[in-house]
Structures are given as C-alpha cells and as structure tokens.
C-alpha cells in the first residue's frame, strides 16, 4: 500500500513571551560542543494513543518551551562559518511543520521510510539555519509521529530530551518546566577540554560523502540480554554491556573476508556517554556533555571469544577516563589504531530521558533514529519501544557486500530484522 504524507509549508514558532534571556545574547559555545561538526541529527517518536489536535498542542507547547530555552531558536555565529564559536539568541525561532499521513499507524510499514520530519537543505548545518526543526504528523488512527532534528552542536541527545520533556510538559498544562534549563559554560561548571583533545574527536566525527550503508531495523530479544547478564553474574553485566558485545561480535564475524583474515586485526569499538555526573555538569545542563570511551580488542578474540569475555573488556573500557589530550585512547591503542572499517560506534539513547516524554497520552510508544549521512559505521540502542520484550537498534553499520552475513549472524542468536532497508530488498512489513 502506497502511503502519502501531506506537509504543510513550515511555519516558524517563536517564544511565546519576552524571552528569561534577551534577545541578542550570546552563549559561547563549550568544549565540549565545539567537538561536534554541525551536523543534523533526527529522532522520529511514534505516539499511539490519540491527544486533542496534537498539531495544534505541540506547537503552542514548542513556543512556550522557546520562552525558557531561547538558544534554541538562535543561530550559530563565528568569524569562520565551518567553526562556530557561539549562539547568538536571535529569536527567529523553529521551523515547524504540520503533516498527515493517508493510513494508521500499523499500516504505515517502515516509518523511516516516510517524509516524517524536516531536512537541513545540506549534508552540514549552516550559520543561517535554524537549530532545531520540528514536524508533527498525524495518522489517521489518531497516533501521530513527532521528527525532531537538531544541529548537534546545539544539543546532544540528553539535552534534546531534556527540551522535548519540557514541551511535553508544557503541552500537559504545567506553568513552567519542571527542570530549570542551564545552557551556558560558566553556568554550567563544565570543565574545558584541551584543545587537541577537541580537534582529534572531532576528525573522526566526519560525514562520509558518497558512502553507502544498508539501513537496519534489528529487534534485540530481551531474554538473550536476560541470558548474557545471568552469565556474567549479578552485577556484572548492563543491558547495554551485552547489546554491545553481541553487535560487537555480529558485525566482527560478518567483515571478516577471506582475503584480509588476520587474526591480530585490531577492532575498536567506541561508546559515547553522556558524561554529566561524571564531570559535575550543573543539573539542567543541555548542550553536549559526551565522552568517548573506546574498547579495543583483536578480530579473534571478538569473532571467537566467550561473550562473557567480550563484557568484561567493554565494562574495563567504560571504567577508564580518557586523557586529557587525544581522542581516549591510550598509547597502545594509538599505535594499534585500526582501519576505519575496523571501527564501530555504539550509542545508547536509552535511560536519557525521552521515555519520561508525553504530550498528553503517554510515552512514546517507539522511538527511531534517522540519518541521511552516515558519521562513521554507528549502531543506535533506542528506547522505548513496544512489545516490552524487545530491544531496538537502528543499524548503520556494514558495507553493502556484507549486509547479508551480519543478517545471518543476527538471526543465529534469534534477533529479527523488523526492517530491511537496502533498496533492493522488500522490507518485511
């Protein structure tokens, strides 16, 4: 079934009142912020149950949210337009766009396949686009699809659910957001990273031009994260700990090819965190506050070795503080800094606050990661979702010619592929 969805022309939502920061104020941007390329990032969040005219709701929500975070609807600013230095709160506001869907819900197929949120006109963000943009999309079921995309050096996902749990908020009638929101450096008592730490996160922070990778949709069974966690041993072991050994393990044993087979291959994998408790951020802090926390390992041991094993060197690395300089990794893993390909990024959006987000009936139902340019070869552990029993990843993360192997070494551990993304598979409705 062809599915349409009608947008309408965006209109802009600006604060509903004189603004707590005036007009024209700059908030320079942080360390921590300036280690991001302004790049778009977007969340799609699946809401089946009905609320009044939730176009209407949300955006009269947006522009009492805008009131207490004015950066928002800024702009970036700097002397050089590829390295921003600071928002300037010009109050142009957010682009918004209202959106309906011709089917329900549960006839609609792959979502990330519908026009459900806004793009950036280009692969980067410019100076003279907005920060976040926002469409609400109506199903005729009465369920509705919120797309929020954001420059990334605005927010990183805990201050955008930190922003999207205000709105929600606002929406249900409360006068004020429940958690005063803190922007700024000096306000925020974030520590200043070191400059060549600074530059050498944000070289491998690039979008790929011209690189293709299938898009996969894998539902992660939560009793084989029970079974991995019983293993390991009370205590031993997070939902995110055994998610990441498996993928870790899948996508190894799929890239392994009999013409490069070394044993010795040295394989990263990298895990962003949300490091405010760790760095004494002030609470409400909502920009970006992430550390990045590297697990190194050789194919073998990944390919081959007990899961148990492959824990325990993930919870090792997520243990350690990177150096004050470089990108995290040690001396030795410097000198055994593998290939790109060799690399794999996986992020948790669990636990950050999106699944305390309502509108008026309830918590998202599914949330879902969406990406036009891939920044390096990244798996997305999302949340929350329904049925209970399940765990969704979005996966971004293997060549075309490989896709097929990682689907094989998935399927062995019973982990299904809702969606199937590669043009020329039918993706499994």
Not at 182 to 209: G, I, T
Request: overall charge neutral.
């Amino acid at each position: 079934m062809r599915v349409i969805v009608t947008k309408s022309s965006p209109v802009v939502v600006v604060g509903a009142s004189e603004p707590e920061t005036a007009t024209g104020d700059i908030i320079d941007l942080t360390s921590f912020d300036k280690c991001f390329a302004p790049s778009p990032t977007t969340l799609l969040f699946v809401f089946d149950q009905p609320i009044d005219d939730p176009v209407e709701t949300i955006k009269k929500a947006l522009s009492q949210a805008l009131v207490h975070y004015p950066p928002m609807a800024g702009r970036l600013a700097g002397a050089d337009k590829e390295e921003p230095t600071h928002i300037v709160c010009t109050g142009e506001g957010v682009p918004f766009v209202a959106a309906a869907a011709s089917c329900a819900l549960d006839d609609a197929g792959p979502l990330h396949l519908l026009d459900l949120a806004v793009r950036y006109p280009a692969e980067y963000c410019r100076l003279i686009d907005p920060l976040l943009l926002m469409q609400v999309t109506r199903f005729t079921c009465g369920g509705f699809v919120v797309g929020v995309t954001n420059n990334h050096v605005m927010a990183d996902a805990a201050g955008l659910a930190q922003f999207m749990q205000a709105v929600g908020e606002l929406a249900r009638g409360m006068p004020v957001p429940s958690i005063v929101p803190v922007r700024s450096e000096v306000d925020s008592s974030l520590p200043r990273l070191p400059q060549p730490m600074v530059a050498e996160v944000r070289s491998h922070l690039r979008v790929e031009k011209g690189e293709f990778l299938p898009f996969l949709d894998v539902a992660i069974p939560t009793s084989l994260v029970s079974r991995i966690k019983a293993k390991c041993g009370a205590g031993k072991c997070t939902v995110f700990d055994a998610i990441a050994a498996v993928l870790w393990r899948c996508r190894t044993r799929a890239v392994i090819s009999d013409e490069d087979n070394d044993p010795n291959a040295p394989m990263l994998l990298v895990m962003p965190r949300n490091a405010r408790k760790l760095v004494g951020a002030k609470k409400g802090y909502y920009g970006n506050c992430i550390i990045f926390q590297l697990a190194l390992a050789t194919r073998d041991m990944v390919a081959t070795g007990d899961i148990k094993d492959l824990v325990k060197i993930i919870r090792l690395a997520k243990e350690k503080m990177p150096e004050n300089s470089g990108d995290g990794r040690d001396e030795q893993q410097a000198q055994r800094a593998p290939e790109r390909y060799n690399t794999l990024t996986i992020s948790s959006v669990r636990n950050l606050g999106f699944e305390a987000m309502d509108f008026g009936g309830g918590m998202p139902s599914r949330m879902m990661w969406k990406t036009e340019q891939p920044v390096g070869l990244a798996c997305v552990v999302c949340s929350p979702c329904k049925p209970k029993d399940i765990i969704n990843v979005m996966s971004l993360c293997v060549k075309p010619e490989h896709a097929d192997a990682f689907l094989h070494e998935l399927a062995a551990l019973n982990i299904e592929v809702i969606h199937d993304l590669r043009p020329s598979s039918k993706a499994r409705l």
